[in-house]
């Protein structure tokens, strides 16, 4: 399939690791030019020539920016510097660490600040930097938000990502409505079950509290999806190409399970 991605201009948040830098990689495959912001220069860095490598791109098609998604006026000039430097955005894929698994009655004020911060001000401020520039475009432009699954199915023990992230999705719903007018398409990608430093934290804290081999946690965690096996990074990049590429012209508003089928639906 031809995903029309050459030329296009794509800027990603939290994505010198993981799920964000194995999107990165993918849309540099198709061609596009791509921005990749997080915290750390060194990370960065070595996310950068982890891309070149992979796909044989130019390094100049691989922008970095150092950016603290605490803070909203990084996150600005982030969006208005990869804006000027590649003359526009086609493409944003927003992304953020995942916030602590605990329950209501171990979380404070603080704690529930900071969530706040991390997931929903970091996601408004980058779609409100990022729309005006997406509009602008000659062609049509896309926003890819991504979501954990477990916002659609809360789980027990998990307050901050239940209070929070559900509302990305509903704020991807009523930017579909507003803005599919002037060109500019929104979906949510919404993951679990795919291998990542935050997933093998996970297992080794399962293994420890159940007392069992780390292997036996991880199959334990491939056993709870309907495919019986853990996804890949590079099958969440792909999907992420997918829902940002002309290849989904139709498709907006939408939320897509990226979890070996372990949610039934995606209404949250």
Known sequence: MELELTGKRALLFAASKGLG???????????????????GAENLADAKAHIVEETGVDEDDVRTYACDLAEPED??????????EFGGLDVLVTNHGGPPVQPIAETDVETLDR????????????????LPHLVEG??????????????AEPLPGDVLQAA???????????????????????NCACPRGIVTDRLEDKIELLADREE???????????EELPIRKL???????RAVVFLASPAADFVTGETLALDGG???GMSP
């Open 262 to 264: 372990w949610l039934d």
């Open 212 to 222: 069992i081999s780390v292997e036996a946690a991880r199959e334990r965690r491939a």
């Open 138 to 151: 000659d062609e049509e432009a896309s926003v890819v938000n991504v979501i954990s699954a477990t916002a």
């Open 231 to 237: 996804g890949e990074t590079e099958s969440f990049g």
């Open 164 to 186: 929070f992230r559900p509302g990305i999705y509903a704020l991807s719903k009523s930017l579909a409505e507003e803005y599919g007018p002037q060109g500019v398409r929104v």
């Open 115 to 130: 969530t706040y911060e991390l997931v929903v001000r970091s996601t408004v401020v980058a779609l409100k930097s990022a």
């Open 75 to 84: 996150i600005r000039e982030t969006v208005n510097a990869a804006a000027t």
């Open 21 to 39: 830098r194995a999107a990165a990689t993918e849309l540099a495959r198709e061609g596009a030019q791509v921005a990749i912001a997080s915290r």
